[in-house]
């Protein structure tokens, strides 16, 4: 993977992280809980990566394959 200089805030990835690790729970009444998906869509739209890129989640850069 080729790095692309763009990274998040520390707080950013923490939310990325907690997202993935409750992905899959629903709270009571059937509303899902953790979303990486979402919460790293958002993270693109405010950071304008290149296209096709991802978010590593160890070092909160966004990486092209």
Known sequence: MRGTGIFVTKEELETVKTAQECSGMWLSGGLPIGNP???VQLLTEKYHPPTGSG?????????LP
Do not use: R, V
């Open 55 to 63: 978010l590593n989640i160890k070092t909160g850069e966004f990486c």
């Open 37 to 39: 998906e979402y919460e």
